[in-house]
């Protein structure tokens, strides 16, 4: 059973560029949650998603950044007009469920701004 | 709200000593608490987490971990380390709902 798998593992853009990061939970898992650390941080929670719903987005900036997890196919976090702020680590995490079950966390997808 | 603070960023340890990773929380509400290792370049991995029951919680790699609910801690411990256990050590605590609040980390480098 795979874990779960993000991709790319590393992403360069370019300052205005746009970025798309791809992640699929774990097989069996229908809960997705988008988190991002910064260098000399710890995480920090973006935004939680279920199968074409958005749960809580209440980490996201308010701007540029955008989440989806459609019915088919993995969750994209996308970032518009990227800015050498948006340089960071990006984890997903799935679970099964809610409430202090497991989340299994990706490897993570280390983006740079230049 | 949920906040983590993890009382010491670097933890240098020699080989076959123990250690101990500081944990302090504050929430307004009951919450699960975990500890999840990250080793360079690669993704969290789970230690242990406690939910409910013996405050006294055994994870994988031979670290434990209490938790005190007078005291809002709960501190990592392994009584003898290995190379291979540096890494990153992050304490997180979610409420009964899925949020992870995530402490800055502690980087445990062992030498020989």
């Known amino acids: 059973n795979a874990g779960v798998m993000q991709n790319p593992r590393h992403l360069v853009r370019r300052r205005g560029q746009e970025a798309r990061l791809r992640c699929s939970p774990m097989?069996?898992?229908?809960?997705v949650y988008w988190y991002r650390q910064l260098p000399e941080e710890g995480l920090k929670f973006m935004v939680y998603?279920?199968?074409?719903?958005?749960?809580?987005e209440s980490g996201m900036p308010k701007e540029r950044f955008s989440a989806e997890f459609p019915k088919e196919g993995p969750s994209i976090l996308r970032i518009q007009q990227v800015v050498r702020g948006d340089s960071a680590a990006y984890f997903c995490?799935?679970?099964?469920?809610?409430?202090?079950?497991?989340?299994?966390f990706g490897q993570g997808t280390r983006l740079t701004v230049v | 709200a949920q906040s983590v603070t993890q009382l010491d960023s670097q933890v240098p340890v020699f080989e076959e000593a123990p250690v101990e990773l500081r944990c302090n929380y504050s929430?307004?509400?009951?919450?699960?608490l975990f500890w999840y290792v990250q080793y360079p370049n690669q993704g969290l991995q789970l230690l242990l987490k406690?939910?409910?029951?013996?405050?006294l919680v055994k994870g994988i790699n031979g670290f434990e971990a209490e938790f005190n609910k007078s005291q809002t801690s709960f501190h990592l411990r392994k009584p003898s380390v290995h190379i291979s256990d540096t890494a990153e050590y992050f304490c997180a605590v979610s409420p009964a709902a899925y949020k992870l609040s995530f402490g800055a980390g502690t980087t445990v480098t062992v030498r020989a």
């Open positions: 406690y939910l409910s029951g013996s405050t």
């Open positions: 929430s307004s509400v009951s919450v699960y």
């Open positions: 998603l279920q199968k074409e719903n958005i749960i809580d």
């Open positions: 995490a799935s679970s099964q469920g809610q409430g202090g079950t497991e989340a299994f």
């Open positions: 097989k069996g898992h229908s809960h």
